[in-house]
């Protein structure tokens, strides 16, 4: 894959945006209120499957080197075993779907966009819940029922998800159609 500089400062761009997502964030329970998967939508939605997904990639790589650019100033390879990791893996694939499903042909609609980031929204939670759970049964040894784990690490975080989808699908749709046109 043949990467232009234009490509990698805005790959680079959104891996950073990544990161300011992950500080701006509000601690509840084993997974905090963050803005990373806004950008982690929006890197889809504006970069396209291949590059989205590496600005994921890159900015998961970058949190389990040591850099503390994972939510609550943490990072290094023990990333792993926290119960929101499986969430940063989901990033990596959602970005990829939603660029995936939203660059297919050149119709940039919102309602398309939308429909991406939903499919992106699902990745990211199907990942991480199951995730979250092994972590906390088998390795936290926190015995939770994998119904708690979808209440407390997908069903109160929808509304906001929801909120995050209609944002970054439109912005996306003032966005994508002038990237496209200068690219």
Do not use: W
């Not at 504006?46 to 590496?54: C, H, P, Q, T, W």
Request: net charge positive; glycine share 10%; with cysteine.
């Amino acid at each position: 894959m043949k990467i232009s500089t234009r490509d990698m400062v805005l790959v680079s761009l959104f891996t950073a945006l990544t990161a300011i997502g992950a500080f701006l964030s509000i601690p509840l329970g084993n997974v905090p209120i963050s803005l990373q998967s806004l950008f982690t939508i929006l890197s889809g939605l504006i970069l396209g499957a291949k590059l989205g997904s590496l600005s994921q990639l890159i900015y998961v790589i970058l949190g389990l080197t040591g850099v503390k650019i994972f939510a609550g100033f943490s990072g290094g390879p023990q990333s792993i075993f926290s119960p929101s990791f499986g969430f940063l893996i989901g990033f990596i694939f959602a970005s990829y779907i939603v660029g995936f499903i939203s660059h297919r042909n050149k119709d940039f609609t919102f309602k398309k966009m939308f429909l991406a980031t939903l499919a992106g929204t699902l990745v990211i939670y199907a990942f991480g819940v199951p995730y979250m759970y092994f972590i906390l049964n088998n390795i936290l040894v926190k015995e939770i029922s994998f119904i708690t784990a979808l209440k407390t690490g997908c069903i109160i975080f929808l509304p906001g998800d929801i909120l995050k989808c209609f944002v970054s699908s439109y912005v996306a749709t003032k966005i994508v159609p002038l990237a496209t046109k200068e690219a």
